[in-house]
């Protein structure tokens, strides 16, 4: 029992003076769609085991980083775009897998699109897929805001 409370212990005092401090998750919030532009939210609903580096690309540009649950709200010019991502598969060996294009999504003005990262669609490798408003609002609601890509 001493053991494991010295170690305990050591722990806690390791993680003070590193400062390890968990990040702030900021709740799922609505945003307003722009009447000249389309919202699309990007998520990553709740998965088996919290996972992070899930970044997302429009038309081939990185905008967003993402953990799981997580989510991001674009906000895009009508028009068709091409949503990819990559994902890094751990966390000690930076290997990234992932599609440059995943879904083609037309878009038109004033609309909001729900567009969840699948890691287990039916098949073999992951996807963005396009969800339906009732089912994308309850799945996100659960989701915490990602982060600009850096």
Not at 106 to 117: C, D, I, L, N
Request: overall charge positive.
């Amino acid at each position: 029992m001493r053991v494991h409370l010295s170690s305990a212990l050591l722990i806690v005092h390791l993680a003070v003076i590193t400062g390890c401090k968990t990040p702030e998750r900021i709740p799922f919030s609505a945003v307003e769609c722009p009447e000249d532009r389309a919202l699309v939210y990007v998520y990553w609903g709740k998965f088996w085991a919290k996972a992070d580096n899930l970044t997302i690309s429009v038309n081939a540009k990185r905008v967003a980083s993402l953990h799981s649950p997580g989510y991001y709200p674009l906000i895009l010019e009508p028009g068709v775009v091409q949503l990819g991502y990559s994902v890094q598969v751990h966390p000690i060996f930076p290997i990234n897998v992932g599609k440059t294009i995943s879904l083609t999504l037309p878009v038109e003005s004033g609309k909001t699109y729900y567009v969840a990262y699948r890691p287990w669609n039916g098949g073999w490798w992951p996807q963005l897929v396009l969800v339906d408003a009732a089912v994308g609002e309850t799945e996100i609601a659960k989701c915490t805001l990602g982060k600009v890509y850096e």
